[in-house]
């Protein structure tokens, strides 16, 4: 079982430069949802989908997109990259029942030159 | 504000027990959740309260007293591999997550 797919791992971009990044579960999750980590502060949520064809703000949405087009997967996408959003990005996603806990991708370490 | 706030960093050693603390204050509350993130690595789901009390699984606990607004983690029997960041996550009144920094543990021999 393969829980949260997201790549890439890692990407190095220039100031300006756009990149999307991928997330995929297999676990039939409604609610996906995108954060940053950054050193001395807690995740911040970004983006959110409850559904397919349906996303929200997150804490510190400006500067990105996302896209939920199936159930499966949601896109991350920074159309003109900046050094204030190098960060750890992860994806997550959440079931339904008794414990609503967050599934999280691996990680993707991103640095904006 | 939301505010959550646990210990940057902590040390203990191998075989010994340690406590993280963590006190919140958010709008409303609907559960707090514990979160261990190995370097490099993605965070796993490691414990649920909603009630007060204590709740036990295995070398790891987790209590809650939510009049004072305030959740400890409890590991038992310290293993290297417990070296790691504990986060703690509080879902506020709009049933949304609030993150503390984390507490990074370090485990010495």
């Known amino acids: 079982n393969a829980g949260v797919t997201q790549t890439p791992k890692f990407q190095v971009l220039k100031t300006g430069q756009s990149m999307t990044l991928q997330c995929a579960q297999d676990m039939n999750h409604e609610y996906m949802s995108w954060y940053r980590q950054d050193p001395g502060m807690g995740l911040r949520l970004i983006h959110y989908s409850v559904g397919a064809g349906i996303t929200d703000q997150g804490e510190v949405p400006n500067g990105y997109n996302v896209s939920r087009l199936n159930k499966r997967e949601f896109s991350l996408r920074l159309e003109s990259a900046a050094p204030s959003q190098t960060s750890v990005y992860f994806c997550?996603?959440?079931?339904?029942?008794?414990?609503?806990?967050?599934?999280f991708g691996s990680g993707t370490q991103l640095s904006v030159l | 504000g939301q505010n959550i706030d646990q210990p940057t960093e902590m040390t203990a050693t191998e075989g010994a027990i340690v406590q993280i603390n963590c006190t919140y204050q958010?709008?409303?509350?609907?559960?707090l959740f514990w979160y261990q993130q190995h370097a490099g690595e993605a965070p796993t789901f490691l414990s649920y309260?909603?009630l007060d009390g204590l709740e036990e699984k295995g070398r790891f606990s987790s209590f809650l007293s939510r009049s004072k607004g305030y959740s400890y983690l409890l590991l038992k029997e310290l293993q290297m591999k417990d070296s790691a960041s504990y986060l703690c996550a509080v879902t506020d009144s709009n049933y949304q997550l609030i993150w503390g920094a984390g507490t990074k543990l370090i485990i010495k021999p």
């Open positions: 309260n909603v």
């Open positions: 997550a996603s959440k079931g339904t029942g008794e414990i609503e806990k967050l599934f």
């Open positions: 958010t709008s409303g509350f609907n559960g």
